[in-house]
């Protein structure tokens, strides 16, 4: 099968935020990644509720929302509000994991988990049920740009494994790092989805660079 790709619009060009949208509706992107950073729980800010819903205006593909902040159950129904299809909150982040992924799919939405390169996949085995999807950050959380970290297929492996004994239709996400080299090998560990930001907005023709990544 091949993956399904969410370019993350972090990367994007902020002063052509509609001209990349429209860029990702043309091309064979599923999804498009929206980050959303507090500089709390990682060093960083992004940006908020009102970026997000000017992305939604003119996007066409679904949005899958990846709060990568503190107390994220404020916000949850917000971001539904705004044009989440998807939300992903992080497992180092929630006091209460599954009070928070059940409150996102009492908005209709489909809730997704974020885990932190330390975190292991073990302890999300008793809310697999609950989870329409995983991303597993192969890097640390907060900027874009890093260099993906190796033991992310031994994670993948491992949390396909869990997925499958369960048997449960959790989709396994990878975010961080993702390029042409290592994109096959994540797919062969149990990958659905990968995420790509600076290797998309970088690369000198951004549709083509979605469509190797779709078709490896």
């Known amino acids: 099968m091949k993956p399904k790709i969410a370019p993350s619009i972090l990367a994007a060009d902020f002063a ?8 990702l509706n043309e091309s064979d992107a599923d999804y498009i ?47 539904k509000n705004v044009g989440a299809s998807i939300i992903s909150v992080h497992y180092e982040a929630c006091k209460h994991l599954n009070r928070s992924l059940q409150a996102i799919r009492q908005l209709g939405i489909k809730a997704g988990v974020a885990i932190n390169p330390h ?20 890097v640390n959380p907060g900027f874009g ?19 499958d004994t369960n048997g449960c239709e959790t989709l ?23 995420v790509a930001g600076s290797f998309v907005f970088n690369s000198s023709n951004p549709k083509e660079t979605i469509s190797e990544l779709k078709n490896i």
């Open 16 to 23: 052509n935020l509609q001209r990349d949208v429209e860029m």
């Open 33 to 79: 990644h929206v980050d959303i950073m507090d500089g709390l729980f990682v060093p960083n800010i992004s940006f908020g509720i009102p970026v997000t819903e000017a992305i939604h205006r003119h996007a066409r593909k679904p949005l899958d929302v990846h709060l990568m902040i503190m107390d994220p159950d404020n916000y949850l129904e917000a971001f």
């Open 119 to 138: 975190t292991p996949v073990e302890l999300l085995s008793d809310s697999l049920e609950m989870l329409d999807l995983v991303c597993i950050m192969s």
């Open 145 to 163: 740009g890093q260099k993906f970290i190796e033991n992310t297929y031994s994670k993948v492996s491992r949390l396909k494994e869990m997925i």
């Open 172 to 194: 396994i996400e990878i975010d961080g790092g993702v390029n042409l080299d290592n994109a096959p090998k994540l797919m062969e560990a149990g990958a659905d989805i990968l």
